[in-house]
């Protein structure tokens, strides 16, 4: 990572799990808070960051990286309970090339509506399936076995 990504000490996500910056907190465990976003961009929009400094992905470890995703998943749940949004969008970037702001690692929940502002970032299109093997192959033979485990067993249903 760049020398210029902050560390716990100069991090605003820091102080607000420390309670040194003021956060709108809607839920806090022993891992995890949820606050609302004081960039939001639709109401509700929500961030869950690890207690623990985590710079991005790569940094935090898999039990705070869980913890999030179940604080994600049951701040989902009391934003439809509470907003009744028509879908929520969940994003998580890493790195300056991955669109990250701020670097403690958080997840965005953004409830949406069928008629917001918001728009997706990229158009759909079908990928060459030569080159997904290609890529394919090429991740499985940089990460080895632990990477590629061996396929699941597959028990047929009662239709087949």
Do not use: Y
């Not at 605003?12 to 003021?22: E, M, N, Q, S």
């Not at 869950?48 to 913890?67: L, Q, T």
């Not at 970037?93 to 403690?104: C, I, K, L, T």
């Not at 409830?111 to 990928?127: C, G, K, M, Q, T």
């Amino acid at each position: 990572m760049p020398s210029e990504t902050p560390t716990a000490a100069d991090c605003v996500f820091c102080d607000i799990v420390a309670g040194r910056l003021h956060a709108e907190i809607l839920h806090e465990d022993e891992r995890t808070v949820a606050f609302l976003d004081n960039t939001a961009v639709m109401e509700g929009h929500t961030l869950v960051i690890p207690k623990r400094h985590a710079v991005d992905i790569w940094a935090i470890s898999e039990d705070d990286a869980a913890a999030v995703m179940r604080m994600a998943h049951r701040m989902a749940g009391v934003l439809q309970a509470a907003l009744e949004p028509h879908g929520m969008t969940l994003f998580q970037a890493n790195r300056p090339a991955g669109w990250q702001d701020v670097f403690h690692l958080h997840v965005h929940l953004v409830p949406r509506r069928n008629s917001d502002h918001l728009h997706r970032p990229w158009v759909v299109d079908r990928a060459d399936p030569a080159a997904l093997a290609r890529t394919r192959h090429r991740i499985l033979r940089r990460a080895g076995a632990a990477a590629h485990p061996a396929p699941a067993e597959v028990i047929p249903d009662d239709h087949g």
